[in-house]
C-alpha cells in the first residue's frame, strides 16, 4: 500500500507542520537493509489499529447510558498508538477527549472526538502523500 | 577467538499491542537482544514455563525445553493480566524471581511507578520506549547473572563433600560438574565482556 521512497525535503514539512514529531525520526532510524520496509509496516499497522478504535469509539458514543470508563480504554489505546507513531497533533486531541471522559462529560467528548477525527483523517493523507 | 565477549542475551517481551510489540521487537533486535514477544501475560509465562496456578516451573521438565530468559520487559496497561500481575507472579516464582523485569507504560504515574519498583522491577520506562533506553537494560541482567555465578559458588564450596553410595549421588555430582564448567566458561566471558570496550 505504502511505497516508501524517503523523500526527506517532504518529511521534514510533516514534521514542520506539527504532525509528527521526533519519534517518526526515531522509526526512521529503525530502518535498515535487516528491516527496509520497517517504516511502513509501522505506518500501516498504526492506521489499522486507528480505524479501528476510531470506528469502536464512534460506535460507542451511540450508547445510552455512556460507558466512559470503556471510552477512555478505547482512547488510551489511541493515543498509545498515535504516540508511537510520533502523531504529535492527534496525541494532544486524544489527551483532550480522555478530559473530557474523565469528567463524564459527554457533550465535550463528542466535540473533541470529531477533531481526533480530522487529525486522523489529516494524518492519513499527509503520510499517503509522504509515501509515494 | 572463541569467548564470546557479547554474549546475546534473550529478552521477552510482552504487549498486547502489535504496534508497539513490533516497535520492542525492533528496539530490542537494533540492539543486538534475541527476541520473543507475545501478547499477554499468561502467554509470556508459558514461555518462561510457568503455568498461572503455579509457583515454580515444573520438576517434572528436567529437558528443560524452555528457552532461557534474561530478562522480561512488559507493558503495564494490559487485559487480563497486567504488567504488574505479571511482576508479581515472576518474582513469587521460586525459579523465575530473579529475572529483571521492566515495565513500560505510556502514563506517567508516580504511584504506579513506584508499586512496580516496590515490587521487584528494575526500571520503569515511558512509552514511546527510545534506542536509548536499550542500553540500559544490559546492566539489569548482568548484575543478575553475577548473583546467580555468587550463589553457584557458595553451593559448590558447601557441597565439596560428596557423600559416596548410590547412583543417585553420582547424577547429582555429575550435574554439578556440568554446572561448574558452565559457571567457569561464564565468569571467562563476564571478565572479558566487562573489560572489553564496547560501548552499550
Redesign the interface.
Known sequence: MFIYTRPAYQFCQVVLQGYLDE?FY??E??Q?E??PN?VE??VT??FR?SSRLVANIDQALQKYPQDFRRLDNFM??L???A????AAKMKNECTSFREFCNKENREGCLRSFQKVKKEHAVLKQKLENYFQ | MAVDAEAQFHVLAVDD????R??IE??L??SSFQVTTVDSGSKALEVLGLKEDQTSTSALSPEHNEIEVNLVITDY?MPGMTGYDLLKKIKESSSLKDIPVVIMS?ENVPSRINRCLEEGAEEFFL??V??SDMRRLRPHILKGKYKEQQLHQEENSNTNHIIVGSSNNNTMSNKRKAMDEEVLSERTRLRFSSSSLNVI
Do not use: A, N, Y
Open positions: 519519534q526515531q522509526l532510524e529503525l535498515d535487516s528491516s520497517f509496516e509501522v499497522l498504526f489499529d488510551h489505546q493515543k498509545g498508538s504516540s508511537s507513531i510520533g | 499491542s502489535l504496534m508497539d513490533k516497535l525492533r528496539l533486535k537494533t496497561c505510556s512509552k514511546p527510545q534506542l
